[in-house]
């Protein structure tokens, strides 16, 4: 079955110091796997995506096809960053609809 | 600005009534989605509709249904709203072949 689990509901962090949002995923085929983010009172917005493998707003994340994990990391938070990270699988035989973990809460204090 | 659309952004209702979320779209998108967001619990796919003719069920049907219109328009609808289906509602859109949902500002609905 797909799966998408983020085992933190809510991470919290002082600014500057280094950040690691967990996302783990089952799923049989090659995976295809995004980050989104929802700021406060705002409509969710795609971060990144594995296969491009950029780095946005300092945030890089590396698909672990063994470890079956997508890891969102920034060297150092910034309290901009508090926000909702949503981590999404992409079902591709399914029309490419996607599934949703259930969210990590990063609170960046100053 | 092409955009997602939905309305109304807030909604009280009382249980048992039949209330209906739009969702209309500028992007020329040809893929719809609607999902409930629940804290804890993150996004719960309703149903999503790849065009006009092609409807499907998301993993939380029961007590939904939704009617897309015309491209560019699809509604969710409670026939009667029960208050465990407070919650966050979005919707999203995505074309095919693409790789990203553009997302509405969500409605939040109450059940009284």
């Known amino acids: 079955a797909q799966r998408v689990t983020q085992p933190e509901k809510l991470l919290s962090v002082f600014k500057g110091a280094p950040v690691e949002l967990k996302c783990n995923y089952s799923y049989s085929g090659s995976p295809e796997l995004f980050w989104y983010v929802q700021y406060s009172r705002q409509r969710l917005q795609l971060l990144l995506r594995?296969?491009s493998r950029e780095s946005i707003k300092g945030f890089t994340a590396d698909l672990n096809k063994g470890e079956t994990s997508f890891h969102l990391k920034k060297p150092f938070a910034q309290e901009e960053d508090s926000a909702m990270y949503y981590c999404?699988?992409?079902?591709?035989?399914?029309?490419?609809?996607?599934?949703f973990g259930q969210g990590t809460e990063l609170s960046v204090k100053p | 600005d092409a955009d997602v659309t939905q309305t109304p952004r807030n909604r009280i209702t009382k249980t048992g009534k039949r209330i209906m979320l739009e969702c209309s779209q500028t992007k020329g998108h040809d893929r719809m989605y609607w999902y409930r967001q629940d804290p804890g619990l993150g996004l719960r796919l309703i149903y999503y509709s790849f065009d006009v003719k092609d409807i499907n069920k998301g993993e939380i049907s029961d007590g939904y249904s939704v009617s897309r219109q015309a491209q560019a328009k699809f509604s969710l609808s409670l026939e009667s709203a029960i208050p465990n289906q407070t919650a966050l509602y979005f919707c999203?859109?995505?074309?095919?072949?693409?790789?990203?949902?553009?997302f509405g500002s969500g409605t939040r609905l109450t059940v009284v």
């Open positions: 999203a859109t995505s074309a095919a072949g693409g790789y990203g949902y553009t």
């Open positions: 594995h296969i």
């Open positions: 999404a699988l992409k079902v591709r035989n399914q029309g490419g609809k996607l599934i």
